[in-house]
């Protein structure tokens, strides 16, 4: 039983390369694991979100999350500001966080170019709170992407520099959980590349199911097979992607055979696959309806998960204090 963490960022909604990719190995992993999972809303600031539109975007994230299958009984979900702790921690750990490296961290030197004109301090220190969610529950491992290892080698640096400067064996040094061959990555519609919200070729839990037939008949394709056998061209391939998880084995075989014997039709290729689909994310986008509206259901969620999160998170702090040397009078 490993302790995970895992920060959730507080905008965007879900789409179904989230829920193929990270979300669906969330859901297993959350019976097996000690597990907090959060939305990040702290992190947030540092772009200056509009205060009309922070709760709003926490409890669609949210919503969303829970409708997907996260299961706050299973797992401590939790809204990382309803967790002060955390900023105890932020502030210690930042004492012996040194400017220099945090200068040197990639996310910042991108984040520097693409808002000049707001280079604040939280951007500078994201690292240090992101290792502060990590460290307050001492977690060993961290379900993070590519673009997120650096800040986790990070974390292990603040980690192991305290414990060596204290003189103690107090924080793991957690590393990012490693998903395999479990990890599907799914392909956009528009020809190559992976879904994404900033490549705008999305498929969204949310998405009515006018909109995803819509999105699927305008899926990228080739002329068609010209010999039997062929290799696929990548865009066809990436439709294929999608059909292996939302559909049958025997719908698959079947278009499979198609495509080898130069008979496939592409306009019933997607319709297939559109239906397949919508099957997966129908259900989910009427939960996350129902949750929306459920101002006591989500009450009572974030309620218990901060508890849960806070008892971890203070006992953290109190002996972080004491290793610090703070003495009560
Ligand atoms: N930085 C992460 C992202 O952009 C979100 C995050 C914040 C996080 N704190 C974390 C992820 C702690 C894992 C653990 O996706």
Redesign the pocket.
């Known amino acids: 039983m490993e302790t995970v ?5 507080s905008t965007g909604n879900l789409h179904l390369g989230n829920y193929f990719g990270a979300l669906r190995n969330f859901i297993k992993m959350q019976h097996e694991n000690r597990c907090f999972f959060f939305i ?1 809303d702290y ?1 947030s600031l540092t772009t200056h979100p509009d205060p009309k539109l922070l709760h709003h975007n926490v409890r669609q994230v949210l919503s969303e999350y829970l409708a997907a299958g996260l299961d706050p009984e299973a797992s401590t979900i939790f809204v990382q500001s309803d967790v002060p702790e955390v900023t105890e921690l932020y502030l210690l750990l930042n004492m012996h966080a040194y400017v220099g490296e945090l200068e040197k961290t990639t996310s910042f030197k991108d984040k520097i170019r693409q808002q000049k004109n707001n280079v604040n301090a939280g951007l500078l220190t994201y690292p240090t ?2 290792a502060a ?2 460290l307050l529950h001492k977690a060993n491992k ?1 379900p ?1 992407g590519k673009d ?1 290892e650096q ?1 986790l080698e990070m974390t292990r640096n603040f980690a192991k520099r305290f414990n060596s400067l204290y003189s103690v064996d107090y924080f793991p040094e957690p590393t990012a959980y490693n998903f395999g061959s479990e990890l599907v990555k799914i392909p956009g519609l528009d020809g190559s590349g992976k879904m994404g919200k900033s490549e705008g070729n999305g498929l969204y839990l949310f998405d009515e199911p006018a909109v995803i037939r819509k999105k699927v008949m305008k899926a990228v394709t080739d002329q068609g097979p010209t010999e039997p056998n062929s290799v696929k061209h990548e865009a066809v391939e990436n439709l294929f992607t999608i059909l292996k998880v939302v559909s049958t084995p025997d719908t698959v075989a079947y278009f499979e055979e198609k495509h080898n014997n130069c008979e496939i039709r592409y306009g019933d290729l997607k319709k297939q696959l559109a239906e397949d689909i919508i099957a997966v994310t129908e259900p989910i986008r009427e939960r996350i309806f129902d949750i929306q509206n459920d101002a006591e259901y989500l009450h009572k969620v974030v309620n218990m998960g901060a508890e849960k999160a806070r008892e971890s998170a203070s006992k953290t702090v109190a002996e972080v204090r004491e290793i610090m040397g703070f003495k009560k009078f």
């Open positions: 963490v895992s920060g959730i960022r990040a992190h709170l992101m969610d990590i961290v993070v997120q800040h």
